[in-house]
């Protein structure tokens, strides 16, 4: 006789994701544009949804907005508000004039600028290219608001300069020109002196240019008309581009007497009303079997997006109000006081799972007295210190990396072992192998090359000095 084996019977109880909380999280990840395009998509396949607009208040048979966020308070350092309009908003990436032009900036910072600072920088200052490609803002104005040194901006805007096409970011014609000379390595003494005289070129004054270029009559015919090759304009080329789609903060950042409020924009509250009085109508109107269903399935899912719609909301708020409190050092004193930070810190500081924070800061973007950040920017490994109490931020240890090779001397340039030395006098425990990844991540120059490079920029400055000596006598 087979002998079967036994069979048992267990209970057990485990988790079960419905389409419902499956959407939920999907909400919660949605960048701006992306819930926008979603919650479109919900009003047009449920008859009683409706976007809440300037005359919904007045309108009885609707639902109040449940997705706007209400008054949640923290810290008492920090007051976290509904959100509000503020039509003077100035976004980071606010649709400009010239879309194409920005749009390929845009793109040119992705690739080329590895390191956040210097791509938030960059991002800075195309804030103020005109349509012509010009950089029109004020190096020292953008190193005080994003708390950085102005030497550092400079660098960056020499990165930029870079960029095609060739010409743009620069700060005046002749540097304009200059770029695009020196790209085809035509950027010699004469040209450079005519460069400088562009107003003797307005005027025609062929007699003046000769004696100050050192040069004669066909030479500086060849000259203007290398210079009337070049492109005065070099963003004008890039007007007729597609408009960019404008990257509009979720949250914003205001100082505050006790410190500093956290608010939802408007732009993050995509609200959305349930038209009761219509829902009851319908109810009256059809009988029972499908059409009541298809009613009743509209209501119920109309009921679950107002309210995930609300806590999508609260969730961000509640993260960002601790991001805010963990960065305050960041947001009052700059990039050196940005304080190591993990998702995990935030998640068992307010009581939600890591994988929500996660979510909530992808694609969720913070506007501050400083600009506008990504929420992920907040982020950042912690270095060793040597006294063991106190973490550095990764993001403020590069950025006094970079400052230290700026303010290098042409006779006393750093090797990696020197500014691990310089860093640990700080308190900030670091290995050489360490600063060496950072400075080839910023695409700073090894300790030979920068020594060589300061020696020539040198002594091209005595020579400029003793060509305007001549000329002056």
């Not at 990436?93 to 900036?105: F, H, M, N, S, Y």
């Not at 509009?248 to 939802?264: N, S």
């Not at 400075?439 to 300061?454: F, L, N, V």
């Amino acid at each position: 006789m087979t002998q079967m084996p036994p069979l048992y019977l267990r209970h057990s109880q485990s988790p079960a994701m419905t389409p419902q909380m499956l959407m939920s999280i999907r909400l919660l990840q949605l960048a701006q544009a992306e819930l926008e395009r979603f919650v479109n998509d919900e009003v047009e396949r449920n008859p009683l949804l409706d976007r809440a607009g300037p005359e919904s208040a007045a309108d009885g048979g609707r639902a109040d907005d449940a997705s706007r966020a209400r008054p949640m308070r923290g810290d008492p350092r920090i007051s976290a508000g509904s959100g509000r309009t503020n039509p003077d908003f100035d976004l980071l990436a606010a649709l400009p004039e010239k879309p194409g032009l920005r749009q390929r900036v845009e793109e040119q910072i992705g690739l080329e600028l590895s390191d956040p600072l210097d791509r938030l920088i960059a991002v800075a200052l195309a804030d103020a290219l005109d349509d012509a490609g010009y950089f029109r803002g004020d190096t020292g104005a953008v190193a005080g608001r994003l708390g950085v040194e102005n030497a550092q901006i400079e660098r960056v805007l020499a990165a930029c300069q870079q960029f095609a096409p060739t010409g743009i970011f620069a700060r005046s014609l002749s540097e304009c020109l200059a770029l695009q000379l020196r790209e085809r390595d035509r950027l010699d003494p004469a040209m450079a002196a005519l460069l400088a005289h562009l107003d003797l070129v307005a005027r025609r004054d062929f007699a003046c240019l000769k004696r100050i270029c050192k040069v004669d009559d066909e030479d500086l015919c060849g000259m203007l008309a290398e210079i009337r090759s070049l492109d005065p304009r070099p963003g004008s080329a890039l007007a007729a581009g597609e408009p960019v789609q404008q990257i509009v903060p979720d949250v914003e950042v205001l100082p505050a007497c006790d410190g500093w409020q956290v608010e939802l924009t408007e732009a993050a509250l995509p609200r959305v009303l349930i038209n009761g009085s219509y829902a009851a109508q319908l109810r009256r109107s059809v009988g029972g079997g499908a059409d009541r269903d298809f009613i009743t399935t509209c209501l119920r899912n109309a009921n679950w997006l107002v309210r995930s719609l609300d806590q999508r909301a609260h969730t961000i708020l509640k993260v960002a109000t601790e991001i805010v409190r963990q960065q305050d050092d960041f947001l009052t004193r700059g990039i050196r006081h940005l304080k190591p930070l993990t998702l995990k810190m935030v998640a068992d500081s307010i009581g939600i799972n890591e994988s929500t924070v996660s979510r909530v800061t992808a694609n969720k973007f913070m506007r501050t007295p400083r600009g506008v950040f990504e929420l992920k920017y907040f982020f950042t490994v912690a270095l060793g210190s040597l006294d063991g109490r106190q973490a550095h931020s990764a993001k403020s240890v590069l950025d006094q990396i970079r400052q230290i090779i700026d303010e290098e001397e042409p006779e006393n340039v750093l090797s990696d072992d020197a500014i691990v030395r310089m860093l640990q006098a700080t308190g900030i425990v670091i290995a050489r192998r360490t600063v060496t990844k950072y400075r080839e991540a910023m695409r700073i120059a090894p300790s030979g090359q920068r020594r060589r490079e300061k020696r020539m920029a040198e002594q091209e400055a005595r020579l400029k000095a003793g060509r305007s000596v001549l000329e002056g006598a």
